[in-house]
């Protein structure tokens, strides 16, 4: 007999079907489950597929003796409490490096649209007030020439430091640890400290995991650091900025402009945020392409295929995120 799991929203048709080949497939097509929801659909399954945004603890998971591994469909995993899932005795895994370049291509959409007022002045003339030569309206800031801050060296922060060859931009980065030397001559990169590089760079972006030690990581003391005609994205998680500081430092001008893909609430958005010229606000899209997302999925498939002992790579999946289960 099959094991059992369940996929918590629909898959890439082919993805499911690979799925098939080793369980007995549930997939939930309705709305998404609350969290009581979730436990009750879990209570005969050997694994799940999640979607980044479900919330996994102990309201889920504890009291599923048969439960044996969680996977999920993203390269974040803030919304589950590891901790939960290790008492419990089951695998939790991610999906890292699918959507990275797909995720640095949009990081540096968003900063060209920010910088150069793309959105605000696309209203402009979908509401027909090109009337006439635009002038200085619309004027934006240069990317090129600048100097690029990374708080977050990872494998989505070097895609980004790279993409900044061709802009032929001065790149900084800030990371818990310095990278590699290798990594460093190949994004041509300089280390700095964290108040070093927002107090030197133009433009600084957010891109690395959002753990309980980086919730507001910019807060009114790191947006006074920067320079006014500075700007701000995140393209990680929103708890890591202080949005209500960042809102009325928008507001006053201390800093010129943000790009945001990420909110603490979402998809509520901190109401000081909304209609500011200053901001281009966009929701959780980051790494929404059909290739990025199919890798996603692809990548949880292999790890609850292995998680639960079958496949080429059975008891080793690709990339666990509590690996004391596994040794247990």
């Given at each position: 007999m099959k094991q059992k799991i369940l996929i918590t929203r629909p898959l890439f048709p082919d993805v499911v079907d690979r799925l098939r080949e080793y369980f007995d497939v549930t997939i939930n097509e309705g709305p998404r489950y609350t969290s009581q929801q979730l436990h009750a659909a879990l209570q005969e399954m050997d694994g799940a597929i999640v979607a980044g945004g479900e919330k996994i603890d102990d309201t889920v998971v504890k009291g599923l003796p048969r439960l044996k591994a969680i996977c999920v469909s993203a390269a974040g995993y803030n919304n589950v409490d590891v901790a939960s899932l290790t008492r419990a005795g089951i695998i939790g895994t991610n999906s890292p490096g699918p959507a990275d370049e797909t995720v640095a291509d949009f990081t540096w959409g968003l900063m060209i649209a920010t910088a150069r007022k793309l959105v605000e002045a696309a209203h402009w003339v979908e509401q027909g007030q090109w009337k006439s030569n635009a002038?200085?309206?619309?004027?934006?800031?240069?990317?090129?020439?600048?100097?690029?801050?990374?708080?977050?060296?990872?494998?989505i922060g070097q895609a980004i430091a790279r993409r900044a060859i061709g802009f032929r931009m001065k790149v900084l980065y800030h990371n818990r640890r310095r990278v590699d030397p290798a990594i460093e001559a190949e994004c041509r990169a300089e280390y700095r400290g964290k108040d070093e590089l927002l107090r030197e760079a133009d433009f600084v972006v957010l891109a690395m995991p959002y753990t309980p030690e980086n919730y507001h990581l910019i807060g009114a003391r790191e947006l006074q650091l920067m320079r006014g005609s500075a700007m701000l994205f995140n393209i990680a998680r929103g708890g890591l900025i202080d949005e209500p500081a960042?809102?009325?430092a928008l507001q006053e001008n201390r800093i010129a402009a943000a790009g945001l893909d990420v909110f603490e609430g979402?998809?509520?958005?901190?109401?000081?945020?909304?209609?500011?010229?200053?901001?281009?606000l966009t929701p959780h899209i980051a790494g929404g392409t059909a290739e990025a997302q199919h890798g996603l999925a692809s990548l949880a498939a292999d790890n609850l295929i292995a998680a639960l002992g079958l496949g080429p790579q059975a008891g080793k999946p690709p990339s666990v995120f509590n690996p004391e289960v596994l040794r247990k």
């Open positions: 002038g200085s309206r619309w004027f934006g800031a240069n990317l090129c020439d600048r100097t690029l801050g990374i708080v977050g060296m990872g494998r960042l809102a009325a979402e998809p509520a958005v901190y109401p000081g945020l909304m209609g500011l010229s200053n901001a281009v």
